[in-house]
C-alpha cells in the first residue's frame, strides 16, 4: 500500500504565498510523474503542475509564472510552491503520483505501477 499525504493548505490574503507538500510512503519500488490537481466547487478537476522523475515540468496556463512544482527524491516528496496568489486560486488541491510498486510471487518478482491520489488540501484566497 501507498499513500500520500499532503499539507500546506490554508487561508491567505490575494497576492500572498503558500507552499504545499505531498509526501507518499509505503511499499514503493520508485516514482515516476507526479503532479497536482485542483478542483473548485462546482468545476471538474483540473492539472495544475507536474513534474516527471527527471525534474521535467508542466504548468496549466493559469499558473504559469506563479507557481512552481517541485520534487524532492530521496524523501519521495512534490512541492508546489504557489506565489501571486488569488481568488481563482480557491480550490481543493490534490497530490497525485504514478508510483511503481514489487509484486513477489514465488517464482519471479514483478513491478506494475499505480495512480495513487491524496486525499486533498483546502486553499482558499481572499480578495
Known amino acids: 500500500q501507498v499513500q500520500l499525504v499532503e499539507s500546506g493548505g490554508g487561508l491567505v490574503q490575494a497576492g500572498g504565498s503558500l507552499r504545499l507538500s505531498c509526501a507518499a510512503s509505503?511499499?514503493?519500488?520508485?516514482?515516476?510523474?507526479m503532479g497536482w490537481y485542483r478542483q473548485a466547487p462546482g468545476k471538474q478537476r483540473e492539472l495544475v503542475a507536474a513534474?516527471?522523475?527527471?525534474?521535467?515540468?508542466n504548468y496549466a496556463d493559469s499558473v504559469k509564472g506563479r507557481f512552481t512544482i517541485s520534487r524532492d527524491n530521496a524523501k519521495n516528496t512534490v512541492y508546489l510552491q504557489m506565489n501571486s496568489l488569488k481568488p481563482e486560486d480557491t480550490a481543493v488541491y490534490y497530490c497525485?503520483?504514478?508510483?511503481?510498486?514489487?509484486?513477489?510471487?514465488?517464482?519471479?518478482?514483478?513491478?506494475?505501477?499505480?495512480?495513487?491520489w491524496g486525499q486533498g488540501t483546502q486553499v482558499t484566497v481572499s480578495s
Open positions: 497525485n503520483a504514478f508510483v511503481a510498486v514489487e509484486h513477489h510471487t514465488r517464482l519471479v518478482v514483478t513491478t506494475v505501477e499505480y495512480d495513487y
Open positions: 513534474i516527471t522523475s527527471g525534474g521535467s515540468t
Open positions: 509505503g511499499s514503493i519500488f520508485s516514482i515516476n510523474a
